[in-house]
Nanobody, 113 residues
Framework: QVQLVESGGGLVQPGGSLRLSCAASGFVFSDKDMKWVRQAPGKGLEWVSQIQSSGATSYADSVKGRFSISRDNSKRMLYLEMNDLKPEDTAVYYC???????RGPGTQVTVSS
């Protein structure tokens, strides 16, 4: 079955950086468009970024220019490089296949001084 496991979150000061990773299994990773979504405390899920199987990428306006999504199909890994982090980026971050409901347990990102 589809399994996704996120890692790399933590506590960082405003302006700092983190790199999130997502390990995928149970499906043909290279064939799937993948995305990152996040959920801030008390709020709904927010789409952050996605990368197509072709490698084409797209970003929410709130993270454009600061975040970078990438994938390594040979390792079945999805990444999110996050720079210039802001307190409003605080959330649990999840990876998922585009168009699917299955998510991993998520990884907490907290941006605070």
């Amino acid at each position: 079955q589809v399994q996704l496991v996120e890692s790399g979150g933590g506590l960082v000061q405003p302006g700092g950086s983190l790199r999130l990773s997502c390990a995928a299994s149970g499906f043909v990773f290279s064939d799937k468009d993948m995305k990152w979504v996040r959920q801030a405390p008390g709020k709904g899920l927010e789409w952050v970024s996605q990368i197509q199987s072709s490698g084409a990428t797209s970003y929410a306006d709130s993270v454009k220019g600061r975040f970078s999504i990438s994938r390594d199909n040979s390792k079945r890994m999805l990444y999110l490089e996050m720079n210039d982090l802001k307190p409003e980026d605080t959330a649990v971050y999840y990876c998922a296949q585009v168009g699917a409901l299955t998510r991993g347990p998520g990884t907490q990102v907290t941006v605070s001084s």
